[in-house]
């Protein structure tokens, strides 16, 4: 058995007592002064809180406060697009080819001495040969409208990735073969039990990687083989509960797409969510046409790039004609 790894997350982050502070000065800290009464509660209209969603914890309100301000960030330099792609990033089928054996061919992620470190080696061509049965998991104190609007946004995507893959990949309640977790911290550092039950044999560097998941890591995945097939038969996609919408659904769409298959990232992809400078956060047309051809017939689980390589230019070339 093996696995592949892909993660998103961004080098700007200036460690965990800055996101404490950072939180802090957001949202206020009025501390009463010793010796005062605590404030009589607010009057309110609100229904009573929901009892099957844990309240959250002060460890989760700050990581929040912190992400929603590095999406802001993200937002103030035009990133984070969610148009496709247009006339300013034009790419031909020589780019879509190169971005392919890029992105397919190269591992983002490898395990040396018990930890996953950056590799881009590369590897074979792997790949769903059977139909995906995703299942969304959440932690208890994830709140119920999020439940909702990420469920939803996953229905909607995974119905366009069957589209254009051809590959069967629906929702449902149990038996999956891919797993989505959403998690708030507290839920994530006790993951370890739940991935080693979903995929026995997982490694221990990998779950370390969910379960003390750094914060530039806003999520991951994991995409299981049986041998050296080349065919998936397990996927997994851990996310941060806490981000904000938007970066969110970047995780949403990049780790399931990843999980196809295009399990690397390249800094030349353009327009791409298979590039780490986050000018995108949903699926481009680019990213749509590499979906196609990842599982376009005459490509197979476990081909080699020399042997893939002149396929690819002719499937390129019939997937984005007129253009070299």
């Known amino acids: 058995m093996g696995h592949q790894v892909t993660g998103l997350g961004s080098g700007t982050f200036r460690g965990l007592f800055a996101v404490l502070c950072t939180a802090l000065a957001l949202g206020g800290c009025d501390l009463p002064e010793p010796g005062a009464a605590p404030p009589a509660p607010a009057l309110t209209d609100s229904p009573p809180p929901d009892p099957t969603v844990t309240p959250l914890d002060d460890e989760t309100r700050i990581a929040t406060a912190y992400y929603a301000r590095i999406e802001a960030g993200y937002l103030s330099r035009g990133q984070l697009r969610t148009d496709g792609g247009g006339a300013d990033t034009p790419f031909t089928a020589t780019d879509l080819a190169r971005n392919v054996v890029a992105i397919a061919f190269h591992d983002e992620f490898s395990e040396t001495g018990g930890r996953l470190v950056a590799s881009n080696r590369e590897n074979r061509l792997h790949r769903w040969a059977q139909p995906i049965r995703l299942a969304v998991e959440f932690g208890a104190s994830v709140p119920l409208d999020q439940r909702r609007a990420d469920r939803s946004a996953i229905q909607s995507y995974i119905a366009r990735l069957s589209r254009l893959s051809g590959l069967p990949i629906r929702l449902v309640a149990d038996r999956p073969n891919f ?146």
Request: with cysteine; hydrophobic share 40%; net charge negative.
């Open 179 to 324: 797993l989505v977790l959403i998690e708030n911290p507290p839920e994530r550092r006790a993951l370890g039990a739940r991935i080693r039950v979903f995929r026995p044999g997982t490694s221990e560097a990998a779950i370390r990687s969910v379960v003390a998941m750094a914060p530039t890591t806003y999520c991951t995945a994991f995409s299981y083989t049986a041998g050296d097939s080349g065919r998936y038969d397990r996927a997994l996609a851990v996310i941060r509960g806490e981000l904000p919408d938007l970066m969110r659904q970047a995780c949403i769409e990049e780790e399931i797409a990843q999980a196809l298959g295009l399990v690397n990232d390249s800094p030349r992809a353009r327009p791409s969510i298979f590039n780490d400078d986050q000018e995108f956060a949903t699926l481009t047309r680019q990213d749509e046409l590499m979906i196609r051809l990842l599982y376009d017939a005459r490509l197979r689980p476990g081909i080699s790039l020399d042997e893939a390589r002149p396929l690819i230019d002719i499937i390129a070339a019939e997937l984005h004609p007129g253009d070299s």
